[in-house]
């Protein structure tokens, strides 16, 4: 039986709305400390794909058409965080999600002495996210992505990268659903906010900086946790 995640490695959670540039930012992580992004969703499908006991249970609960338990994603969560490339320790993306899980998660890490370093919090104007992601399209062929506002094409229709013509959007991505998502969002993760406040690791950055911003903020707040 593999032992968790290496006594030491840092811990972290990137909390933010729909839209806030969380992967962007994790993956800029990853590049530049070592650390591993750790997405909800992938280690769903990942732990399905490889037949774990836990990522069985996950796809009996999914065929189902119901919601993956927080007792099958914190046993999923194990299994990823005793492989070797999380040594250097993890970020995660879309988990936790309350204070259940956040609790759940609390009581994983102290199997090996482990706690969270920081709970980075995207702040975001609402109103300026709503522009941002009604905005979004992506090429169909390449996924290179284009916004009506901020990032068109050269010539208009035709992707830079591929020269693919076959322009798509999120049917999600309309000024209502987003505004509606962001809501959720606010109403969802308040609580988990003053959780981590309350321990002391909240950590927030202004998210409608330039990516190259963020990741200057991001990168000292991980520095600092790595210390």
């Not at 959670?13 to 729909?18: A, E, R, W």
């Not at 979004?136 to 990268?161: N, S």
Request: glycine share 10%; with cysteine; aromatic share 4%.
């Amino acid at each position: 039986m593999k032992d968790a995640v290496t006594t030491g490695a840092p811990v972290l959670i990137l909390l933010g709305p729909p839209g806030a540039g969380k992967g962007t930012q994790a993956r800029m992580l990853e590049e530049t400390f070592g650390i591993v992004q750790l997405s909800t969703g992938d280690l769903l499908r990942a732990a399905v794909t490889a037949g774990t006991d836990a990522g069985k249970a996950a796809q009996a609960v999914m065929e189902a058409g119901e919601l993956v338990s927080d007792e099958i994603v914190i046993a999923i969560l194990r299994d990823r965080l005793a492989d070797g490339d999380c040594a250097q320790g993890v970020i995660l993306d879309g988990f936790p999600r309350t204070t259940v899980q956040a609790e759940a998660l609390d009581a994983l890490l102290s199997e090996s002495q482990q706690q969270i370093n920081a709970a980075i919090s995207l702040e975001v104007d609402d109103a300026a996210m709503v522009t941002r992601i009604s905005g979004r399209y992506t090429c169909g062929a390449c996924g290179e992505g284009y916004h009506d506002e901020f990032k068109q094409p050269l010539q208009a229709g035709v992707c830079d990268k591929c020269d693919g013509t076959d322009m798509k959007r999120r049917a999600d991505d309309n000024a209502e659903t987003v505004g509606s998502r962001l809501v959720a969002y606010h109403a969802q993760t308040a609580p988990l906010i003053a959780y981590y406040d309350g321990k002391g690791s909240l950590k927030t950055v202004d998210a409608m900086l330039s990516i190259e911003a963020i990741a200057g903020n991001l990168n000292a707040i991980v520095e600092e946790a790595i210390a």
